[in-house]
């Protein structure tokens, strides 16, 4: 064990960083080594937090030394899965380097037992600056060891969102050279369409479009296997993977559905255990629920969950439907351009079955009401969209109002309602 940390030690002063992309997501590097807070990236598997850790390594190696900023990944198969493996950690670093560091980059922690009660120890003891990573939910905030509460920030990151995704194409968005040229709107609706349907997952974003789908593919496998199989022990692996295939490919969800329809394939499996089943991918970050607005708890979990995947491309490489459903696409896009926002997100429906996609609270309240709709060029379509917004306005009670749409030159002859397109979440 002694050997292998020396190993990694002199590996990581030789051991060259790769390129990096800035990203939005950004980690607090003041040199304050006083304040006892460790940093935590929690985030979607291969969504990019070791690239945002050697982001923020290449700022610092601009004024520290490698022997002042250390890097372990502790997915490396040579260190063993053993607290003492930690426990040597700081006195081999002070040994090899001469001393201890100021900033040390601890990726995939978890992996180690009583990793947790070792970091309580060391960030009572020492001055150094404490980074973590972890695709599972161990590590965020719902499921921080007890030890630990209190001494983390926790920072989230997603896959790019649609200006780091154009930054990552190298494309400059020029709002009104888009407007009114028509190669550079070509484009930029080509780029945005490529975004839809494949998603924002770093790695994918850059490689080509023959080798996005088996990518992706693989991704999903690893979570299912790694984040969720292995780590709650689960028995029953064709159940799980079965309820995953059905999330991919609904638009609502209940227990009781996902039950009476596991149950009509064979699988025996009960409303408790399905129920169980949802958490645990839900903590994998593989799917958010948003649930039915009511200012009644119980109405809002009688109704159905609408399931937003992560991620646009596990829909477009996972759904067994063969055609593209632009419609659910654009709706997750719309989706997590406002969960990122940290907006509170209900979706509404009345008796009449008019349903409005989002409703943005505000101190409890609702705020805003957004429908996504891809295409407003049918009449139809357009008149439902706009019918169900108002509707929901004069039921809860004055509210802004937003209809986005795929086309930036759409237009409404309603004062009240506002107009948003992708270039407005640029």
Not at 88 to 111: C, H, R, S, T, W
Request: charged residues 30%; positive net charge.
């Amino acid at each position: 064990m002694e050997s292998v940390l020396k190993t990694i030690l002199y590996e990581w002063l030789e051991r060259k960083l790769p390129e990096t992309i800035e990203r939005e997501t950004k980690l607090d590097l003041k040199e304050d080594f006083l304040v006892k807070k460790i940093t935590v990236v929690t985030g979607f598997r291969r969504s990019g937090k070791t690239y945002l850790l050697f982001h923020h390594i290449k700022k610092l190696l601009k004024r520290y030394s490698k022997k002042e900023v250390v890097y372990i990944n502790f997915e490396d198969e040579r260190i063993v899965p053993d607290v003492s493996f930690l426990s040597q950690l700081l006195p081999m670093i002070q040994a090899v380097y001469g001393d201890k560091p100021k900033y040390l980059f601890l990726d995939e922690i978890q992996n180690i037992p009583l990793w947790s009660k070792w970091l309580r120890r060391v960030v009572d003891a020492e001055s150094v600056k404490i980074f973590l990573t972890g695709s599972s939910s161990k590590i965020s905030s719902v499921e921080l060891p007890s030890e630990l509460r209190g001494r983390c920030f926790e920072v989230k990151i997603f896959p790019l969102n649609l200006r780091e995704f154009f930054r990552f194409k190298n494309f400059i968005v020029d709002k009104e050279k888009i407007k009114y040229l028509a190669d550079e709107k070509a484009k930029f609706e080509f780029l945005f369409n490529e975004y839809l349907l494949w998603g924002g997952m770093p790695e994918v974003v850059l490689l080509p479009v023959e080798k996005k789908q088996e990518t992706l593919q693989n991704y999903f496998a690893t979570v299912v296997k790694k984040e969720i199989i292995d780590r709650y022990k689960i028995k029953n692996e064709l159940a799980i993977k079965t309820l995953l295939k059905l999330i991919v490919n609904s638009t609502y969800i209940t227990v009781s559905k996902l039950y009476h329809t596991l149950k009509s394939l064979g699988l025996a499996i009960g409303k408790t255990t399905v129920n169980q089943y949802l958490s645990f991918i839900e903590s994998s970050y593989f799917f958010t629920p948003v649930y039915f607005y009511s200012p009644s708890m119980i109405n809002q979990l009688k109704y159905p969950r609408k399931p937003y995947l992560i991620d646009n491309g596990f829909i477009t490489s996972l759904s067994t439907k063969f055609s593209k459903n632009y419609s659910r696409l654009f709706e997750h896009f719309v989706f997590w351009h406002l969960k990122l926002k940290e907006e509170s997100l209900f979706y509404y429906q009345d008796k009449n079955k008019n349903e409005v996609d989002f409703v943005v609270l505000k101190d409890e309240k609702p705020e805003a009401l957004y429908q996504a709709c891809y295409d407003i060029s049918d009449f139809e379509t357009k008149e439902r969209e706009i019918k169900s917004l108002k509707k929901a306005k004069n039921k809860l009670n004055g509210l802004n109002l937003f209809l986005v749409t795929k086309d930036f030159k759409a237009k409404l002859n309603e004062k009240d309602i506002h107009i948003l397109t992708p270039l407005d979440f640029c």
